[in-house]
């Protein structure tokens, strides 16, 4: 494993504060206008209070630390893609206003595949609020 790109335990992070913006502009493009994530006052009288932000956007701040993963990996003649996210959960909720750290560890090597596994954390308020397992491959450069 000594030519691999990456390391078992090799770590990323990201944080920023999800705003209102950020939740409309995702429920735009998506079509998602749920009014879990744009009605605040269907969602004050919840069992959560407030608006919560759509997990799928979560999964798209988790990209961010695959994309610093990979820009400071240089591996000659090949590239890493993703092929996804396994096992993605939604333990506690995400809101608007929340600063969330996500954290994206290489967990696994598979040199014969050329792919990686790493488990990702997104927390917000001292809370684990979201995992998933991530899997990079790494695959011939186009000539």
Request: with cysteine; proline share 6%.
């Amino acid at each position: 494993m000594d030519d691999f790109p990456v390391r078992v335990g090799e770590q990323v992070a990201f944080s920023k504060t999800v705003s209102e913006s950020d939740v409309y502009l995702f429920a735009g493009i998506t079509g998602d206008l749920s009014p879990n994530h744009v009605d605040e006052e269907f969602m004050r009288k919840s069992k959560f209070g407030r608006r919560i932000v759509h997990g799928a956007l979560l999964v798209g701040y988790m990209s961010n630390c695959s994309t610093q993963l990979c820009a400071r990996v240089t591996s000659p003649g090949e590239m890493p893609v993703s092929l996804g996210y396994d096992r993605i959960r939604f333990i506690t909720p995400v809101f608007i206003g929340d600063t969330i750290t996500i954290t994206y560890r290489v967990a696994e090597i598979d040199p014969v595949k050329r792919q990686t596994k790493a488990d990702v954390r997104v927390e917000a308020r001292g809370e684990l609020c979201a995992i998933a397992t991530h899997i990079l491959r790494w695959v011939p450069n186009p000539k």
